[in-house]
């Protein structure tokens, strides 16, 4: 009786220290629409990434944002977007994007080599050094 009360517990305790809520990484303060997701980072530098469409397997534009507070673009940045699937035995596509317009960096040769779930993350190091991370979660249809 005693180690059954205790497991409870042990439990409740484990249980009360986990997330809460839904959690959804594409609902958790990002909005998300035909490919688009918005995440704010720690600093106060916003990053969108886009598809150009709907991501499908083959060849696809990844557009990364880079914008201030009050949505101007921040230049002179350097993004690298990588795309792993969520499962293990793929290797990954990395594509560095080059700045297209102020705060507007998009990948060259970025492709989606199967269908399933991917997490593209971007890494973005701003001109003063400041690095930050984002990741977006995105189902790849077949062509």
Do not use: K
């Not at 083959?58 to 993004?79: I, Y």
């Not at 297209?100 to 003063?128: C, H, K, N, Q, S």
């Amino acid at each position: 009786m005693l180690r059954a009360f205790l497991a409870l517990l042990v439990i409740g305790t484990l249980a009360a220290c986990g997330p809460s809520g839904n959690q959804d990484s594409e609902s958790e303060g990002a909005s998300s629409t035909a490919g688009s997701v918005e995440t704010s980072n720690a600093s106060s530098v916003l990053l969108r990434t886009e598809t150009a469409t709907d991501p499908v397997v083959g060849p696809s534009t990844v557009t990364v944002f880079v914008l201030n507070p009050d949505g101007s673009g921040v230049s002179g940045a350097t993004v690298e977007v990588t795309g792993d699937m969520t499962h293990a035995g793929m290797v990954p596509v990395i594509d560095t994007a080059a700045e297209v317009r102020p705060g507007e960096y998009a990948t060259g040769a970025f492709e989606f080599t199967m269908a399933g779930d991917w997490i593209l993350t971007t890494d973005v190091t701003l001109a003063d050094g400041t690095s930050l991370t984002d990741e977006v979660e995105l189902n790849v249809a077949r062509e």
